[in-house]
């Protein structure tokens, strides 16, 4: 027998897709402006464009698989609104959030079913499909495989790192970028114009300073745009005319505080990490402030933060400037003590301090090196002679024959090789000779020449 599903609208969770047949008037304005065709999107030019092989698979509905990525507000869910607009097939909606298994399951049963019955394509939308676990992501495997359905997920993280690698590699993924200001602006206009779905008919007068700043600060996200622009008007005195007038001090108090883009978890949080990091190796000191801001202000453990200034204090900087270290231990101590927002000056002291300091990787690729050895060439066996012998039978083996202690020598230094015969003469730390590695450099090369076997040692 056919579906229920068949008679209904094919929307299982209704919140992830609007119904066809319109809006509640009560819903967000992002939902009611919706855009209903590809015409009315804005941006994402280069998949959507006249002539992109997406827009004539809409247009021809002729659909394959796909991951849907982007930031919040890109158009993700609006895209799948416009796909089931205009297809023929049938078209359930799911949110990953409030499915489990059981009803993904009941899903793609029923999809099946319709494909051996008439012949009938399932497309399903899965909105915030990274939330589904390994087991719900390989309920979907086959039946995208095989056919039955149609996958059209939408996610804000890396599909790389949150969707199964075999799931993940019979889907296309699409990218969709944030809205650059002016975009914004025009949907924004749009829903003040509009008087069936927008805001048109609370005569609403919204200062052009206001609406350069919302389009600004809302990050690219269309529905924060949208979400901010209605609580302005919708809140704002209408005046003896009836006009809504929002200032620009009055769009500043809607949008309250900037919800900034940070996934702590997740592809942002190590995108502005290696940020941070690459900025202050290049010695632009502006830039990491700005980084780490970013990543404070979002919420960031202020620690976490410390540790990766603490790990660069010695992998970038190293011995060209020895006191980076130290003070990357007393900001991390400062964060540890005060806590916040007090903290955040010691990271900000921390990063210009580093991003200013002579930099040396030698260190990091010294160490490299030589654990490379440590790990890949034979144990090779402690020289006798800086060998310790506690005990007679050690020293009657030859245990610490031949050693000199250091400080008897003239210069402080003993004619004495301390690696492995296998590895002698090896160079693992190669001072860059900036910083303070230049005098460095100049001392080890002085203790290299003192260790070299004179005529009158002993052999």
């Given amino acids: 027998m056919p579906s ?30 919706r855009p209903r065709t590809l015409e009315e999107m804005l941006g994402q030019e280069e998949v959507l464009a006249p002539g992109k092989p997406l827009q004539r698979a809409i247009e021809a509905d002729y659909l394959r698989s796909m991951i ?23 078209f359930e909606s799911m949110s990953a959030v409030l499915s489990g298994v059981k009803e993904l399951r009941e899903v793609l049963r029923d999809a099946e079913g319709r494909r051996k019955r008439d012949q009938r394509r399932t497309i399903v939308f899965i909105d915030e499909i990274h939330r589904y676990n390994k087991a719900q992501q390989d309920a979907l495997l086959a039946h995208v495989e095989s056919g039955d359905v149609v996958l059209i997920g939408a996610t804000t993280e890396n599909p790389s790192f949150e969707v199964n690698a075999a799931l993940l590699s019979r889907c296309r993924v699409v990218v969709l970028k944030p809205l650059d200001p002016a975009q914004l602006r025009v949907v924004m206009e749009r829903a003040l114009e509009d008087a069936e779905r927008g805001l048109a008919s609370l005569s609403p007068r919204v200062a052009p300073d206001a609406l350069d700043f919302l389009a600004a600060a809302a ?17 704002a005195e209408p005046d003896a005319e009836g006009l809504r007038t929002v200032d620009l001090a009055a769009m500043r108090e809607a949008f309250a505080r900037k919800a900034l883009l940070y996934d702590r978890a997740g592809e ?40 990766r200034l603490v790990r660069f204090a010695s992998e970038d900087v190293g011995l060209a400037d020895p006191y980076a270290l130290v003070l990357a231990m007393a900001a991390q101590q400062a964060v540890h003590f005060v806590g916040l927002p007090e ?23 010294g160490y490299g090196e030589a654990a490379r050895d440590a790990l890949t060439t034979r144990a090779e066996p402690v020289p006798l002679w ?9 020293k009657d083996l030859g245990y610490g024959a031949g ?10 230094v003993a004619a004495m090789d301390c690696l ?16 303070q590695e230049k005098s460095i450099e100049e001392r080890l090369a002085a203790a290299r020449r003192l260790r070299q076997p004179r005529p009158d040692d002993a052999t």
Wanted: overall charge neutral; aromatic content about 8%; charged content about 25%.
């Fill in 68 to 90: 849907l990525w982007g930031p919040p507000g890109s158009g993700k869910t609006t895209l799948a609104h416009v796909i089931r607009r205009r297809t023929k097939h049938h």
């Fill in 386 to 394: 800086i060998r310790n012998a506690p005990t007679g039978l050690m």
């Fill in 420 to 435: 492995p015969e296998a590895l002698a003469g090896k160079r693992y730390y190669q001072p860059t000779g900036r910083g």
């Fill in 343 to 365: 903290g955040n000056l010691a990271l900000a002291q921390l990063v210009v301090y580093l991003a200013a300091a002579p930099k040396s990787n030698a260190l990091y690729t």
């Fill in 403 to 412: 050693y000199r202690y250091a400080h008897d020598e003239p210069d402080g």
């Fill in 268 to 307: 942002e949080h190590f995108n502005l990490i290696s940020a941070l990091h690459k900025s202050v190796r290049n010695s632009d000191a502006d830039a990491g402030l700005y980084w780490l801001a970013r990543m404070l202000e979002a919420g960031e453990d202020p620690l976490y933060v410390a540790r």
């Fill in 219 to 235: 990050d690219g996200d269309a529905r924060t745009a949208l979400n901010v622009l209605e609580l302005a008007v919708s809140t």
């Fill in 4 to 33: 229920p599903r068949d008679d209904a609208s094919g929307v299982l969770f209704p919140e992830a897709v609007p119904p066809e047949a319109g809006v509640r008037p009560d819903a967000p304005l992002a939902d009611r402006v």
